[in-house]
């Protein structure tokens, strides 16, 4: 605690008037907001590339940001450390009663229907919808599998993933009918279902399907990278390739993994 009471007493005095930094007393909750998104981007990368010399360092950041807006907000009389420590402590007492209470959750997906049922309580009287809640400038994936998760909490769900994996096959069928028929938005429309099932499934598998897309992300630019070596050393120009030349080294570089 000694140097989270330092790292306070630091961003105070980078506020004080006059005194202070001239860029931190410039900043504003909202001017802030385009650095606090990078730096939780980089700490998500920081996780998934198991870097924890530069998770340490990337959530010290995060810190920071965190540490400023309550710094600001203490500055309006807004609120201070102690009631945003004091509602998250809370929290986390009320929604864990299987463990400070008289709860019971078998697993973890009982503990997360848990929550979701305690917190659609608690906000009733500001939410109309199980499905509120969900901010929406979220990257589209995340969006779909919170929305279901909190469907799931009040008994909307499949009891297994078998149903979820047959309905994407039927939503791949109405895309290919769609297809066929050169229906535009109805082909907008179908993917946009197969893509909302595929979530569904990895769900229901324990998979977080944003970071399944990006694993295939990388792993498509690793190969396709080869692609472009393979050609740069050998001097030769990969636009005179045809789809079938360019295939054979993808599955070479797929080999090599």
């Excluded at 979220?138 to 499949?158: C, H, N, T, Y």
């Excluded at 595929?198 to 970071?211: A, C, P, Q, Y």
């Excluded at 393979?230 to 070479?252: F, H, P, T």
């Amino acid at each position: 605690m000694k140097e989270f009471d330092k790292l306070i007493q630091i961003i105070e005095k980078l506020r004080e008037p006059e005194k202070g930094c001239p860029w931190d007393l410039k900043q504003t909750h909202e001017s802030l907001i385009p650095n606090f998104i990078e730096e939780l981007y980089e700490t998500i990368e920081a996780i998934e590339k198991g870097d924890f010399k530069h998770l340490s360092e990337e959530l010290g950041d995060l810190m920071l940001h965190i540490i400023m807006q309550v710094q600001i907000a203490k500055e309006e009389n807004k609120f201070s450390m102690e009631d945003v420590l004091k509602k998250i402590n809370d929290k986390l007492i009320r929604r864990h009663p299987h463990v400070f209470g008289e709860g019971e959750a078998r697993d973890a997906e009982g503990v997360k229907k848990n929550w979701e049922r305690i917190k659609f309580e608690e906000k009733k009287h500001s939410r109309t919808s199980a499905i509120d809640g969900i901010p929406r400038t979220m990257p589209a994936l995340i969006v779909a599998q919170r929305m279901q998760e909190k469907a799931a909490s009040v008994g909307f769900d499949w009891p297994d993933v078998q149903p979820a994996i047959h309905k994407l096959k039927e939503e791949a069928e109405e895309f290919e009918e769609a297809f066929r028929n050169k229906n535009i938005e109805e082909m907008q429309n179908e993917l946009g279902d197969m893509l909302f099932s595929i979530v569904n499934i990895s769900r229901k598998l324990g998979f977080d399907t944003e970071s399944a897309l990006k694993r295939t992300i990388k792993k498509f630019e690793t190969r396709f990278r080869k692609i472009e070596e393979y050609y740069r050393r050998n001097k030769k120009n990969m636009l005179d390739a045809n789809l079938e030349q360019l295939d054979e080294i993808w599955e070479i570089a797929k080999k090599s993994e």
